[in-house]
């Protein structure tokens, strides 16, 4: 288990544009194992590879159904709409309401370098698009609608 640590609000690679990923190689399978490791520790439900300061096109979701690796993810459609409580890994303890499709088709990679699609609603639609977000160098914080709140610690 290798944790990585989680780039910040403010830090200049979350405003970057991440490059393809054209072949599975042992850096990026670990890659991808380090991302998953430090999304489970920060109980996070999605993290972007340029939030452990990687400029690579992957992704880890994992909204209670087991791990999604997504590599060179892409929209392909979206329609619906949900507005929601959003926060992320990169900015803790903060929240803002977001509006985002409520469902969304996505293609993209998997460990194996081969092509799958996913269909998402609710939460993983959300994710997907969050995460995606993260891969272009946006982050949710230019999406909120209205003020960005404190999050109240769970008990």
Do not use: W
């Not at 403010?10 to 991440?18: A, E, H, R």
């Not at 999605?46 to 590599?71: C, E, N, S």
């Not at 949900?82 to 903060?94: A, M, N, R, W």
């Amino acid at each position: 288990m290798a944790l990585r640590t989680i780039r910040m609000h403010g830090d200049p690679v979350l405003g970057k544009v991440c490059r393809e990923v054209m072949e599975i190689t042992p850096k990026v399978k670990m890659l991808i194992e380090d991302m998953l490791d430090t999304m489970y520790e920060a109980q996070g439900v999605g993290l972007a590879a340029p939030q452990v300061g990687i400029l690579k096109r992957i992704v880890t979701i994992d909204i209670g159904d087991g791990p999604i690796v997504m590599i060179n993810p892409m929209i392909l459609k979206s329609d619906g709409e949900q507005t929601g409580g959003e926060g992320c890994l990169s900015l803790p303890g903060k929240a803002g309401k977001v509006t985002r499709p409520n469902h969304v088709v996505a293609k993209a990679y998997d460990i194996n370098m081969e092509e799958f699609e996913i269909e998402g609603t609710e939460l993983l639609a959300r994710a997907i698009c969050h995460e995606i977000d993260h891969l272009e160098g946006h982050m949710y914080t230019e999406f909120v609608e209205g003020d960005i709140y404190d999050v109240e610690e769970e008990e």
